[in-house]
């Protein structure tokens, strides 16, 4: 097995007993990446020079017996978190030229823990997308099938893990945007409770939903990676003070007599009968592992498409307002007036998916228009929140499809933006209720495209989510495919 297909506990133990360096994982990544990459297009930039200079010290480090949670693993990070002196541009051309002058705290997180950044991965611009095709950059493709999309928005940081072109990496997930592309990517994705991982350094889209994660080739993986990147952080008005566990400890544990809540809002008309079969196969499975399956309903599921779209944008417009051509990023040239230049450079830098947020958000805001909207949107995503916290009270744990299909091909969806809102429509609930969600491959289409379960708990259980996550992979023995690149 080349270094590039271990996961990170594998490598550790390589690491551990010296048999491999971290110089070597790093340069077998980048050979992987100069294999496939112009393909795929996991990246918007390359740090291949940081890297093995990282990797380089790792080597030292490791000889002094100085070994982290991640020394000497490549870890590839969404360009939507700030990395100092870095280019970030968050997959848009406003901010093509914009480096930070500081780190995001998970990077510092990342880096006191000793990881090796390769690079800054695609994105949907401002995280604006469920398909990775709004990027400036050009779109990435799915490992899986080059003609299909890996979804988004996190997708180049999903294609980069299926693709083996890095270990693990950090996605954000604000409507599904870390569960929904590593099940069609066909790795495990984790969006953490709102609060959890600090939101300092992140290029915010919708303040109240934007929360960051891992994509890991398996759940133990997920696990390592979520030890490093959860606590609190006093730079950070919504990091929540709360005790963090060793997450590692959840792993291989039983779920026996465990209750698990299948809601019958989630196996609506219009779901792939694949998807649906999977599922299925995944219930039975949780059965054998010594669940209890239960139904359960959550009565608001049908709003939440609708409440997320006037949320969601609503916050955007306000974040985005700040892109302006005066301070940083793109300044659009040849205007003689301050308004021309402000209208100029949004309408050159932003492309049209952010646009169309912007003014579908500016306008549920609008004086005459608050209460009929983003009020009435707040409202009912109280009682969505609700629904979950009622059904909690009745089960451990909810199992629901990640996503209503398989990854569909590049374009199919562009020209009709309620059909690419609807890919989003098992996972949006999560963001609106704050609580954490976990995907994990399930099994293939018979294209072979990888379908994802999801699995999701009540507040700050991510501990449950892995516990039970590692006694479905375990038991699941999903056939371990890459793709054919």
């Not at 990246?43 to 940081?50: A, G, S, T």
């Not at 390769?118 to 604006?128: L, P, S, T, Y």
């Not at 799915?142 to 299909?148: H, Q, T, V």
Request: aromatic fraction near 8%.
């Amino acid at each position: 097995m080349e270094f590039n297909q271990s996961t990170i506990h594998e490598l550790q133990e390589k690491i551990k007993n010296g048999s491999v360096t971290a110089s070597q994982i790093t340069e077998s990544v980048f050979s992987r990446i100069d294999a496939v990459e112009e393909r795929v297009h996991s990246y918007i930039r390359l740090m291949k020079e940081n890297a093995l200079a990282a990797a380089k010290k790792a080597d030292e480090d490791i000889k002094k017996g100085d070994i982290k949670p991640l020394t000497g693993i490549p870890i590839a990070l969404k360009d939507i978190l700030c990395t100092k002196g870095i280019t970030t541009t968050c997959g848009s051309h406003i901010l093509h030229n914009f480096v930070p002058p500081y780190n995001a705290t998970v990077v510092e997180k990342l880096t006191a823990a000793g990881a090796v950044f390769v690079g800054k991965a695609n994105m949907d611009e401002f995280a604006m997308g469920s398909s990775t095709e709004t990027s400036w950059f050009g779109p990435t493709r799915n490992p899986w099938d080059l003609e299909r999309i890996p979804g988004g928005s996190s997708g180049g940081s999903a294609t980069a893990v299926a693709a083996d072109e890095c270990i693990a990496s950090i996605g954000s997930d604000t409507g599904g945007s870390i569960r929904q592309p590593a099940a069609l990517c066909g790795v495990v994705g984790l969006k953490p409770t709102y609060g959890r991982v600090s939101r300092f350094g992140l290029i915010a889209f919708a303040s109240s939903l934007d929360q960051i994660g891992p994509f890991t080739k398996d759940v133990e993986d997920c696990a390592i990676m979520m030890n490093v990147l959860a606590g609190y952080d006093p730079k950070e008005s919504t990091s929540v003070n709360a005790e963090v566990p060793d997450y590692r400890q959840f792993v291989g544990r039983d779920i026996k007599g465990w209750k698990i809540g299948i809601p019958k809002e989630y196996f609506i008309e219009g779901i792939d009968p694949e998807i649906t079969a999977a599922i299925q196969q995944a219930i039975k499975v949780i059965e054998l592992c010594g669940g209890v399956c239960v139904d359960i309903s959550l009565p608001h599921t049908q709003y939440c498409v609708a409440v997320y779209y006037i949320i969601a944008p609503a916050e955007a417009s306000s974040n985005l307002a700040r892109y302006d051509g005066v301070r940083y990023g793109f300044r659009a040239a040849d205007v003689r007036e301050l308004l021309e230049m402000y209208k100029e450079s949004r309408r050159q830098g932003f492309g049209a998916e952010v646009k169309r947020r912007i003014m579908i958000g500016t306008y549920a805001l609008s004086a005459g228009y608050y209460d009929a909207y983003y009020k009435k949107a707040s409202q009912v995503r109280a009682l969505i929140k609700k629904d979950f916290d009622e059904a909690f009270k009745k089960c451990d744990v909810i199992l629901t499809p990640t996503t209503p299909t398989p990854a569909f091909k590049i374009g199919e969806k562009t020209d009709d933006p309620l059909q690419m809102y609807l890919s989003d429509v098992f996972t949006i609930s999560t963001n609106l209720a704050g609580i954490p969600g976990i995907s994990v491959p399930c099994g293939y289409s018979t294209s072979g495209l990888p379908i994802g379960v999801q699995f999701l708990a009540s507040h700050f259980e991510e501990g449950k989510l892995i516990q039970i996550a590692s006694a479905y992979e375990k038991n699941a023995k999903i056939e371990k495919r890459r793709p054919a690149l």
